[in-house]
Nanobody
Framework: QVQLVESGGGLVQAGGSLRLSCSAS????????MGWYRQAPGKQRELVAT???????NYADSEKGRFTISRDNAKNTVLLQMNSLKPEDTAVYYC?????????WGQGTQVTVSS
């Protein structure tokens, strides 16, 4: 069982930055894909960014150039650096780990961007 714990959310003004952290209960070097998703009120959960064990990254179009995902296998941590935040980035952000056909999720961390 993979347990994921997110941290780093909070309230920030538009244009500001936040760094989200996801700590895993297992060694992540063997987890092929980890990522961040978000869910705004009344909307479906959507992709923010993913990163493979080899370091390949994928971003949703709206995040390209503003967000950066990275992983530290030694610390079993996945980070999401978010810059130039916009009010529409307001959502609960979830860390994910895809192991085989199973998707594991954290509890989420709230990000609120004020205008």
């Amino acid at each position: 069982q993979v347990q994921l714990v997110e941290s780093g959310g909070g309230l920030v003004q538009a244009g500001g930055s936040l760094r989200l952290s996801c700590s895993a209960s297992v060694r992540i070097f063997s987890i092929n894909v980890m990522g961040w998703y978000r869910q705004a009120p009344g909307k479906q959960r959507e992709l923010v960014a993913t990163i493979t064990s080899g370091g390949s990254t994928n971003y949703a179009d709206s995040e390209k150039g503003r967000f950066t995902i990275s992983r530290d296998n030694a610390k079993n941590t996945v980070l999401l650096q978010m810059n130039s935040l916009k009010p529409e980035d307001t959502a609960v952000y979830y860390c994910s780990a895809f192991v085989g056909v199973l998707a594991h999720w954290g509890q989420g961390t709230q990000v609120t961007v004020s205008s």
